[in-house]
Each structure stands twice: as C-alpha cells, then as structure tokens.
C-alpha cells in the first residue's frame, strides 16, 4: 500500500494516521441483545447463545421483518437519575448505562481526570428515532404545544456524545461519526487520534437503537432486513440460503488511554488499538473494484503488521449475498484461501447499526484474553466461499492480534487491528 | 387570586413529568424561595415547563416576564398573574 492510498482513507487531517503514544483499551461497557452488562454478554457469545426474537418494542405484525436483537432486561430507571428520563432518548439511556460500566471497569472515577483532558467520540446512524417519533406523534396528533423542549437535542445524531459528556463532566475534544455500521471503527480510531494529541481519556465507540415503528420503516429501506420468522435462520451471513440481516439494538462504549498513561496508574489493559484504515466504495457501475481489502491491507500497514500476523478476523458478515461474496474475497485476496479464522457472533445480536463494530472490537478484545473465539452460530458456510469461518461452537486458540471488519450503507469500509498487550 | 388558581403542587407535579427531578434535591421542602438553577433545572427545562403550564392552564406566558422569574415563587406569580388578566377579560 502506498502512502497515497494511506492518505485516502478518511483521516482529516491528511497523510497517514500518524504516530504518537500507543493507545490502549482499559475498560468496556456493553449493552447487546444477548446480555446486558459485559460478562452476561460475552458469556452468551461464547456459548453461542442467540438474542433475537420477535418485536415486542412495538406491535411488528404489519410490517415485512418482524424479528429484532433487543437487550433484555433493561430498566432505564433503575440507572440513571430522573433528571435525565423526560431528555433521553432510548439509545441514550442505553449509552449512559454502557459508559458509566465502562468507566468502572476502567477504574475512573469523578476527579480523577481533569474535565478538558477527558473526551467523547461515539458513532451514531439515525439519532434518537424513538423519542423523535414521539414528539412528532404528539405535533401531529396534538399540536406544536405538546411537543418536548428537548426534542431540541433529544433526536440529535450527537447526543449520546453530549449526554455522556455532561454526565461525567468531559469536557475536552468530541464529537461523532456518522457512516452506519463503520461508524463503532470510525470513531474508535478518531479517539486514538485524539490520544496522539495529548488527550488522557477518550470514551468512545457507539450505542444504538431504532426499534420503534418510525425507525423500522426507515431501517426497511435498505432492503437489506431479512423477513424471516425463525430468529434462527433469519440472518446467515456466509450461508448459501443468506437473505439479509436481522437489524439490533445496543452497542459498546470503550475506554482509551495512551499506554503510558494506564501503566503509570495502575490500569488493566486489554489492548492496543494498533491500526486502522478507512475506504469507500467506488459508484456503482464505474467497474472499479469495492474498497475493502484496500481497508484491510491499509490497516494492517498501520498497524505494521503482515497478513500472517493476524489471528482471526471479525467479519462484517452483511447476510446479503453479493456483500458476504464481496468480503469473502476481499479476506482470501489478502490472507489467502482458508488461512485465517474468521468468525461473526453479531449472527448472535443482529447487526447493531453504529453500535455493531464497536460492539465487535470488545468480543475481539476479549477473544483475545481469554484465548477462544466465539462461534457464528447456526450458519452453515457456502461451499463457494474460501475462508475458514468458525461455526462449531468455541475455538480454542492462541491469540494475539485480531481484525475487526466493519461497512456501512452507501460504500464504508472500516477496518480495525487490536494487538494483545 | 385567580378561580382557578396556578398553586406550588401544580408547579412541582409540571416540573417532575416534564423534566423529572434531582436527585440530591427535595422538592417536598420548602423550594419557593430556591433558585431554579439550585433546584437543577436549566433554560430547557423551565421551557418544557412553561409549555406544559400553557396548554393545562390556557395562558400564553410572556417570555420576558418567565425569563426573570427564577424561583417558583415568582413563577407562580406570573402564571397567577396572566390567569386573573385571562379572567378579567
């Protein structure tokens, strides 16, 4: 890879992605459809444990898909204080939850960072959809009087970022990312730029959630959700009868520090988020060839990593046909036929919008812990693709340095490469 | 006074479905006299507030005079005040 294409792939600030401290992961919060909390969740990926089901956030009967990933168990009440319910969408409440978890586990308390040396960077698809639907119910229903003071930001694509960074007084460099499902990558690797740049702390990663009717018929769209019924066929990506996903709600939130910083206070760390890279598809019809693996190889680059290097690779696994051929391809062209594990528990939550890949990097990070990568559960591999996708339940394995797939509607491709400490 | 009077139960039933209340602050003590801020409740807060004591109570509020009542005492008072100039019209 050239350092051309390098400067392509969506860093702003021009050239490479730069140099500077090495950033690392010392805490994760998580919310996702098979467990709430990170250890119910990562104890249900292992197992292969499944959390679709049938809609009950609203009444699905008249629409075409009606199986979603929804996070169980939930009580936004019994987390945060009644200040914030009348001003918070869903997926607010859910991202408040998840970063509150994940600065615990980092073992970050208030005043322990000065405010501006402290940063939010979430990535977001549709804002907050739920609330916005009902506020327009009330306009329309009821009159301009009705509508809520806060759907002023209620709805906003960044305020989950803002609402995170009021909470726990952060009040150094944010900001969101918005490209569907790359979005979790995207704004991963915008928070170890800012940690080049002399930040302490960056909360990062994305949380989401549209499951309401307004925001299903926005999600139906893409044509893309699967209408199946049995939640354990509806989304099988890689698997010859593939048609579509099953769309989910719920994401990760993560900590990152420079690894100076955590080893001088002490932190655990889970890892470094060693490379990144960023394409876009070319329009279609212009004949040239979709960007992912120039977003694989470019980040392994950054990463200064060799194909051989990497353990296993988190699909991004789309569940459409001509997108899994694509990233099929795309892993074979870069590692070689069947030279790598690859594997795509999101079949276990459905694909999460701007939370998904965020929600990825955390299972990569703890794969790479505890030495075992989580099953695709319930796919049967279409003989036609060439990459050694993990479906028998749990693989043991050694595991040092892990790559995370990530693309988003309209031509994202993000890719992320997360070494073991 | 007003018929139908704007009291300190309406205000604080209004404040806590439209914005909820703080934790580390009691609403049941005496607050007449307590700033909105110290009660922590911003600008949009006091928005939501007064739309949801427009369309219960009838009255259009002047922005001026809701800008300047900064406790739920004078609040009060100006909501009274606009339901007796409602009445006398």
């Known amino acids: 890879m ?15 992605e730069g140099s500077g401290p090495v950033t690392v992961v010392t805490g994760v919060g998580v919310t996702a459809p098979n467990g709430l909390g990170v250890e119910d969740f990562w104890a249900a990926t292992r197992a292969g444990k499944s959390g679709i089901g049938r809609i009950t956030r609203f009444d699905p009967a008249g629409y075409p898909s009606r199986l979603a990933g929804e996070v169980p168990g939930f009580v936004a009440a019994d987390h945060l204080p009644g200040r914030l319910l009348p001003q918070t969408d869903h997926m607010t409440r859910l991202a408040l939850v998840a970063a509150d ?4 586990d980092a073992g970050i308390g208030p005043g322990d960072v000065p405010d501006f040396d402290m940063g939010v960077v979430t990535a977001s698809s549709a ?3 739920e609330f916005g639907e009902n506020e ?10 009705y509508v809520s003071a806060y759907q002023s930001f209620a709805w906003f694509y960044a305020v989950n970022t803002g609402q995170i960074s009021i909470r726990n007084g952060m009040r150094g460099p944010s900001g969101v990312l918005v490209s569907d499902q790359a979005g979790g990558l995207d704004a991963l690797a915008q928070g170890r730029r800012l940690i080049r740049r002399g930040s302490t702390l960056i909360v990062s990663g ?55 910083g955590a080893r001088r206070r002490g932190a655990q760390v889970y890892g470094e988020l060693a490379g990144y890279a960023a394409t876009f598809d070319p329009a279609p019809g212009s004949g040239r060839p979709p960007g992912l693996a120039r977003a694989i190889t470019t980040a392994l680059d950054d990463a200064g990593v060799r194909p051989e290097d990497i353990d296993v690779v988190f699909a991004d696994a789309a569940g459409v046909p001509e997108l899994d051929r694509i990233e099929a391809e795309a892993i074979t062209s870069v590692f070689g036929a069947r030279q790598v594990p690859v594997t795509a528990p999101k079949v276990l939550t459905g694909r999460l919008n701007s939370g998904a890949a965020a929600l990825d990097v955390v299972t990569a990070l703890l794969s790479l812990r505890d030495g075992v990568i989580p099953p695709t559960t319930g796919v049967r591999l279409d003989p036609e693709f060439d990459i050694d996708l993990v479906t028998a339940g749990a693989r043991p394995a050694d595991l040092r340095t892990a790559l995370v797939l990530a693309r988003g509607h309209g031509g994202f491709n993000s890719a992320v490469v997360v070494r073991r400490s | ?4 009077e704007f009291t300190l139960d309406d205000l604080k039933r209004i404040l806590l479905a439209g914005a909820g209340a703080d934790e580390s602050v009691d609403l049941d003590a005496d607050i007449s006299d307590t700033d909105f801020e110290t009660l922590g409740y911003e600008s949009l807060a006091l ?6 004591i427009e369309r219960e109570f009838g009255v259009s509020l002047d922005e001026g ?9 004078a609040l009060i008072a100006v909501v009274n005040n606009h339901l007796l100039a409602l009445e006398s019209a």
């Not at chain 1, 327009?136 to 009087?145: D, E, F, I, K, V």
């Not at chain 1, 926005?218 to 698997?239: E, H, V």
């Open chain 2, 1 to 4: 006074m007003p018929a139908k």
């Open chain 1, 127 to 129: 804002g907050g959809f």
């Open chain 1, 136 to 145: 327009l119910r009330a306009l329309w229903g009821q009159g301009s009087q």
């Open chain 2, 65 to 73: 005079a809701l800008f300047d009542a900064n406790t739920p005492r």
């Open chain 1, 2 to 16: 050239s350092a051309t294409s390098i400067s392509t792939t969506g860093d702003a600030s021009g050239g490479a």
């Open chain 1, 206 to 260: 994305g949380v989401d959630a549209s499951i309401c009717s307004w925001g299903w018929a926005a999600q139906l769209t893409t044509g893309r959700l699967s209408t199946g019924d049995d939640p354990a066929t509806a989304y099988l990506p890689f698997d010859r009868s593939a048609s579509g996903h099953v769309a989910g709600e719920g994401g990760a939130l993560l900590i990152l520090e420079s690894e100076d």
């Open chain 2, 47 to 52: 928005l939501e507030t007064s739309s949801r």
């Open chain 1, 101 to 104: 978890w994940a600065l615990q």
